[in-house]
Protein backbone atom coordinates (compact mmCIF):
# COMPACT_ATOMS: atom_id res chain seq x y z
CA UNK A 1 0.00 0.00 0.00
CA UNK A 2 1.61 2.88 -1.06
CA UNK A 3 0.54 6.05 1.43
CA UNK A 4 1.13 10.22 0.83
CA UNK A 5 1.36 11.98 4.24
CA UNK A 6 1.26 15.32 4.41
CA UNK A 7 0.51 17.99 7.15
CA UNK A 8 0.74 21.96 7.99
CA UNK A 9 -0.31 22.75 4.61
CA UNK A 10 -1.83 25.52 5.75
CA UNK A 11 -3.96 26.49 2.49
CA UNK A 12 -5.87 29.51 2.05
CA UNK A 13 -9.41 29.35 -0.02
CA UNK A 14 -7.75 29.74 -3.70
CA UNK A 15 -4.77 28.03 -2.73
CA UNK A 16 -3.86 25.06 -3.77
CA UNK A 17 -0.29 22.50 -3.36
CA UNK A 18 1.88 22.62 -5.60
CA UNK A 19 2.17 20.52 -8.98
CA UNK A 20 5.19 18.63 -7.54
CA UNK A 21 3.13 17.50 -4.69
CA UNK A 22 0.08 16.47 -6.75
CA UNK A 23 2.19 14.49 -9.59
CA UNK A 24 3.05 12.23 -6.81
CA UNK A 25 0.04 11.89 -4.89
CA UNK A 26 -1.71 10.49 -7.98
CA UNK A 27 -0.01 7.36 -7.16
CA UNK A 28 -1.30 6.96 -3.70
CA UNK A 29 -3.29 4.29 -2.12
CA UNK A 30 -4.12 6.44 0.53
CA UNK A 31 -3.65 9.81 1.92
CA UNK A 32 -3.06 10.94 5.27
CA UNK A 33 -3.09 14.49 6.30
CA UNK A 34 -2.17 15.48 10.06
CA UNK A 35 -3.61 18.99 10.32
CA UNK A 36 -3.75 22.63 9.84
CA UNK A 37 -5.65 22.07 6.22
CA UNK A 38 -7.05 25.42 6.92
CA UNK A 39 -9.69 25.57 4.38
CA UNK A 40 -11.78 22.24 3.68
CA UNK A 41 -12.13 22.36 0.02
CA UNK A 42 -8.36 20.64 0.44
CA UNK A 43 -10.13 17.54 1.71
CA UNK A 44 -12.40 17.21 -1.50
CA UNK A 45 -9.60 17.97 -4.12
CA UNK A 46 -7.78 14.92 -2.36
CA UNK A 47 -10.27 12.45 -2.15
CA UNK A 48 -10.52 12.69 -6.01
CA UNK A 49 -7.38 10.95 -6.15
CA UNK A 50 -7.85 8.16 -3.26
CA UNK A 51 -9.23 7.82 0.06
CA UNK A 52 -8.38 10.51 2.94
CA UNK A 53 -7.97 10.46 6.63
CA UNK A 54 -7.60 13.95 8.31
CA UNK A 55 -7.03 15.52 12.12
CA UNK A 56 -7.71 19.01 12.86
CA UNK A 57 -5.28 20.88 13.81
CA UNK A 58 -4.75 23.95 15.89
CA UNK A 59 -5.24 26.24 12.71
CA UNK A 60 -8.12 24.14 11.73
CA UNK A 61 -11.43 26.20 13.08
CA UNK A 62 -14.19 25.87 10.02
CA UNK A 63 -17.00 23.73 11.05
CA UNK A 64 -15.74 20.81 9.57
CA UNK A 65 -16.33 17.66 11.77
CA UNK A 66 -12.29 16.44 12.06
CA UNK A 67 -11.19 14.38 14.75
CA UNK A 68 -8.53 15.71 17.15
CA UNK A 69 -7.02 11.42 16.33
CA UNK A 70 -7.61 8.83 13.89
CA UNK A 71 -6.26 5.50 13.75
CA UNK A 72 -6.19 3.87 10.51
CA UNK A 73 -5.63 0.12 9.87
CA UNK A 74 -3.45 -0.93 6.33
CA UNK A 75 -3.37 -4.99 7.02
CA UNK A 76 -1.25 -5.69 10.05
CA UNK A 77 0.30 -2.38 10.75
CA UNK A 78 -1.73 -0.10 12.53
CA UNK A 79 -1.56 3.66 12.22
CA UNK A 80 -2.48 6.73 14.90
CA UNK A 81 -2.60 10.27 13.27
CA UNK A 82 -2.63 13.07 15.65
CA UNK A 83 -1.47 16.93 15.02
CA UNK A 84 0.42 17.22 17.73
CA UNK A 85 -0.50 20.31 19.73
CA UNK A 86 -2.62 19.14 22.29
CA UNK A 87 -1.49 16.69 25.24
CA UNK A 88 1.26 15.45 27.73
CA UNK A 89 4.84 15.59 26.91
CA UNK A 90 7.19 19.11 26.29
CA UNK A 91 7.63 18.14 22.25
CA UNK A 92 5.38 17.92 19.58
CA UNK A 93 6.82 14.54 19.42
CA UNK A 94 6.37 13.50 22.96
CA UNK A 95 3.14 14.60 22.88
CA UNK A 96 1.99 12.74 19.59
CA UNK A 97 3.44 9.42 20.76
CA UNK A 98 1.62 9.80 24.32
CA UNK A 99 -1.83 10.36 22.63
CA UNK A 100 -1.47 6.68 21.88
CA UNK A 101 0.29 5.16 24.91
CA UNK A 102 -3.16 3.78 25.65
CA UNK A 103 -4.29 2.52 22.60
CA UNK A 104 -0.90 1.36 20.82
CA UNK A 105 -0.38 1.65 17.45
CA UNK A 106 3.24 1.15 14.75
CA UNK A 107 2.94 4.23 13.10
CA UNK A 108 2.64 7.79 14.87
CA UNK A 109 2.04 10.62 12.01
CA UNK A 110 1.89 13.80 13.41
CA UNK A 111 2.44 17.35 12.39
CA UNK A 112 2.30 21.06 14.07
CA UNK A 113 6.15 21.59 14.21
CA UNK A 114 6.84 21.87 10.05
CA UNK A 115 10.12 19.90 11.06
CA UNK A 116 10.80 16.82 9.08
CA UNK A 117 11.22 13.88 11.56
CA UNK A 118 11.52 9.94 10.63
CA UNK A 119 12.37 7.97 13.77
CA UNK A 120 11.89 5.20 16.03
CA UNK A 121 10.74 5.52 19.43
CA UNK A 122 10.52 2.46 21.79
CA UNK A 123 9.04 0.17 18.89
CA UNK A 124 6.31 3.09 17.07
CA UNK A 125 8.00 4.53 13.90
CA UNK A 126 7.19 8.52 14.53
CA UNK A 127 6.97 9.80 11.06
CA UNK A 128 6.11 13.72 10.57
CA UNK A 129 6.03 14.81 7.18
CA UNK A 130 7.11 18.51 7.35
CA UNK A 131 4.99 21.07 4.80
CA UNK A 132 4.58 21.25 1.44
CA UNK A 133 3.87 25.01 1.45
CA UNK A 134 4.95 26.63 4.88
CA UNK A 135 8.30 25.27 5.62
CA UNK A 136 9.03 27.91 8.03
CA UNK A 137 12.70 27.22 8.89
CA UNK A 138 13.47 24.38 7.29
CA UNK A 139 15.93 24.44 4.11
CA UNK A 140 13.27 22.53 2.03
CA UNK A 141 9.48 21.66 1.46
CA UNK A 142 9.00 17.83 2.44
CA UNK A 143 5.82 15.46 2.48
CA UNK A 144 6.04 12.05 3.26
CA UNK A 145 5.78 8.78 1.63
CA UNK A 146 5.03 5.63 2.87
CA UNK A 147 5.32 1.76 1.56
CA UNK A 148 3.56 -0.86 3.70
CA UNK A 149 3.96 -4.00 2.56
CA UNK A 150 3.25 -7.43 4.70
CA UNK A 151 4.07 -5.83 7.74
CA UNK A 152 6.74 -4.49 6.40
CA UNK A 153 7.39 -0.17 6.41
CA UNK A 154 9.24 1.97 4.31
CA UNK A 155 8.85 5.56 5.26
CA UNK A 156 10.60 8.29 3.49
CA UNK A 157 10.50 11.75 2.90
CA UNK A 158 10.29 13.87 0.19
CA UNK A 159 12.06 16.83 -0.44
CA UNK A 160 11.59 19.95 -3.06
Known amino acids: ?3 AVLSDTHLRLGKTLPRFVWEHLEEADLIIHAGDLVHKEILDELSLL ?3 KAVCGN ?3 WDVNLPSQEWVECGSLKIGIIHG ?3 KGQTTMERAYNAFVSNPVDIVVF ?3 HTP ?3 WHQGVLMFNPGSPTDKRREPQY ?3 WMVLQEGSINAKHIYF
Request: aromatic share 4%.
Open 117 to 119: ALM
Open 111 to 113: GHS
Open 85 to 87: HQG
Open 142 to 144: SFG
Open 59 to 61: CDD
Open 1 to 3: MKI
Open 50 to 52: APV
